[in-house]
């Protein structure tokens, strides 16, 4: 294991990501960062999908980081997450042990990966005026204008599109050399799951969600002070929730409204991990049907190669 620095576990939505990384954590004897940009947040739980029960298996508590680190109605962003990656990366590797990054957010993924050098950007109030009434179809295409720095996978609705925007025009004004991200050499393992099963796993899991309290977990976060427009501009689960809590939206209208959303979604996700490849990520992908007894051999062997 020693000829790589770090293992990497990505995939859609609904691909099993979790469950495989915790199962090689516990195999390896290491520990978890993960790289989802909504599970950051306290008491986004059940519609982030955090699993976290997922982590404790056969007796063991696996180590995980960057799970539920700031509260809800915070704006997280990729600059604060190489930071945070590289504080959990370090200790971990200072104990002698080869970190799991998992995740399916493709910016933060390939911002370690790549070594994105980033500066944080602030908020530009003049731009976000100038911006304000413009829809979402509107601010996709400015910013595809941009270089692509932005993950797309994400700007699905206006608030996210116009920061990303806001990054965008930043970088273009001032140096981003200024950060130094170190080199890692990453093993990077991607879920292949099906379309048709994906698609399947992935309307199971909602109407799970649903049932597991999804709404009421959207409604605390109200009770508590976050604003409607912070969670709907986290989307899917939160957005189309939210939307139906302040009544923008029937029950039916949601949940209809969500799948197709998280459908979505998750092919962008796909879209990003293949343009990975493209970019000079080699990612050996793992056919998600597979036993978790052969998913972890297979990862294994490659190990040792």
């Not at 799970?67 to 809800?72: A, H, K, L, Y």
């Not at 709404?215 to 939210?242: H, N, P, R, S």
Request: hydrophobic share 35%; net charge neutral.
């Amino acid at each position: 294991m020693s000829k790589y620095d770090l293992i990497t576990i990505l995939g859609p939505t609904a691909s099993g990501k979790t469950t495989l990384a915790a199962e090689l954590a516990y195999l390896l004897k290491t520990e978890i960062i993960s790289a989802d940009s909504r599970q950051v947040y306290k008491g986004m739980d059940i519609g982030t999908g955090k699993d976290l029960k997922d982590y404790h298996l056969k007796g063991v508590n696996i180590p995980y980081h960057l799970v539920d680190i700031v509260p809800s109605g915070y704006k997280y962003n990729v600059f604060e997450f190489q930071r945070d990656f590289l504080k959990s990366y370090t200790d971990i590797h200072n104990r002698g042990l080869t970190p799991i990054m998992c995740g399916g957010t493709g910016m933060y993924l390939e911002a370690i990966l790549r070594g994105y050098r980033l500066i944080p950007v602030p908020e530009d109030k003049d731009l976000r005026n100038r911006l304000a009434d413009k829809t979402l179809v509107e601010l996709k295409m400015i910013l595809a204008q941009y270089k692509r720095l932005h993950n797309e996978t994400d700007v699905d609705t206006v608030k996210r599109a116009i920061r990303a925007i806001e990054i965008e025009q930043y970088y273009q004004k001032s140096p981003v050399e200024d950060f130094e991200f170190p080199k890692i050499k990453s093993l990077i393992i991607g879920i292949n799951i099906d379309r048709e099963l994906r698609r399947e796993k992935i309307t199971k899991r909602l109407h799970e969600r649903l049932k597991e309290g999804m709404i009421q977990e959207v409604q605390i976060l109200l009770d508590q002070g976050v604003l409607a427009d912070d969670l709907i501009y986290y989307g899917l689960e939160y957005k189309f929730v939210t939307l139906y809590l302040i009544g923008k939206l029937s029950y039916d209208e949601m949940v209809s409204q969500l799948e197709i959303a998280i459908h979505q979604f998750s092919k962008r996700q796909m879209t990003w991990f293949r343009g990975m490849e493209k970019r000079g990520n080699r990612i050996h992908w793992i056919d998600a049907s597979l036993s978790i007894v052969e998913k972890t051999t297979q990862i294994q062997e490659l190990l040792k190669e």
